[in-house]
């Protein structure tokens, strides 16, 4: 856990209160730091300690999104609260009520002003571009997600906040809120992974080292390295599960949770009784270096 310091620049209402505030990452130090530029608001934060203000909680997305932390390492406890929905735009952000009135006054002399979303959190790629990441469709990125270096997010792909990848990954499914995956692991075309806000309650859902979630799959328990789920199954915590034997033979049916962490599994139903099945997993998937180039 860690104290950090950053310098921001940002935007306020027409009441003087802050909606939005960009920090550039050689304005964010562990250190202390000073400027004499009086459009720099100075904000200080603690990993351990919640956001009290939209500064604080601009800056704590910012250092995840900068890779200066990790998911999970920093509290946010309260930040739904702190955020207030913005309406992001081609000419910036606005709150709602100011937006109305920049809208009337834009029609009034013929122009259109393009409304990107009215959300609480903005793309990530406003405020953080990362060399060594492709986003195919930044929309679907939101500010405080963490994306490992050569990280390649597609078009159908969705990385929330404080989520993300610690390496290598290919993303074409949903990342939710306090999710983690592993180096060379593949999320499918479609594929879901329960968070926190999403079912998930306090159990985090996470994918170890080359792993591959099927396409439109679902997970909503831990897994280790080199696990599998196969196409179009959702596990569930609860979901019954046959472990299967080197024999090929149902040895015990558990409670997909029982498994939770563990590495090396291969996750399939059994397309003649609809059971779900676990066996041992023996192939360990590969990213298409090509596709996955991000040079």
Request: glycine share 10%.
């Amino acid at each position: 856990m860690g104290n950090w310091i950053g310098l921001g620049i940002g935007t306020k209402n027409s009441d003087g209160d802050w909606i939005e505030m960009f920090f550039a990452e050689e304005n964010i130090s562990a250190e202390d730091l000073d400027s004499s530029d009086a459009a720099f608001e100075k904000v200080s934060v603690s990993d351990d300690k919640a956001p009290t203000s939209l500064p604080e909680a601009y800056l704590k997305l910012h250092l995840l999104s900068y890779r200066l932390v990790k998911p999970n390492k920093t509290n946010l406890d309260g930040i739904f609260g702190i955020l207030q929905n913005v309406v992001w735009t081609s000419e910036g952000p606005f709150s709602i009520a100011d937006f109305k009135k920049a809208q009337l006054e834009a029609r009034k002399e013929n122009q259109h002003i393009l409304v990107h979303s009215v959300d609480k959190f903005p793309r990530m790629t406003d405020y953080v571009t990362l060399s060594d990441v492709r986003i195919a469709d930044a929309n679907r990125v939101r500010l405080g997600a963490y994306l490992g270096s050569g990280t390649t997010i597609m078009h159908e792909g969705f990385v929330n906040f404080n989520a993300g990848s610690l390496g290598e990954a290919m993303i074409e499914g949903r990342i939710s809120q306090g999710v983690v995956i592993g180096d060379k692991t593949d999320i499918g075309g479609g594929a879901s992974t329960m968070g926190t806000l999403s079912g998930g309650n306090d159990v985090r859902i996470s994918l170890g080292k080359n792993c591959l979630l099927g396409a439109n799959s679902g997970l909503g328990i831990p897994l280790g390295d080199r696990c599998t789920v196969e196409a179009g199954l959702y596990l569930t915590a609860s979901s019954k599960v046959e472990v299967i034997d080197d024999k090929g033979e149902i040895s015990e049916t558990v409670k997909a949770s029982e498994l939770a962490s563990k590495s090396d599994l291969l996750f399939i139903r059994n397309s003649l009784t609809g059971s779900i099945q676990c066996r041992s997993n023996k192939k360990v998937i590969e990213l298409n270096e090509e596709l996955h180039s991000n040079d």
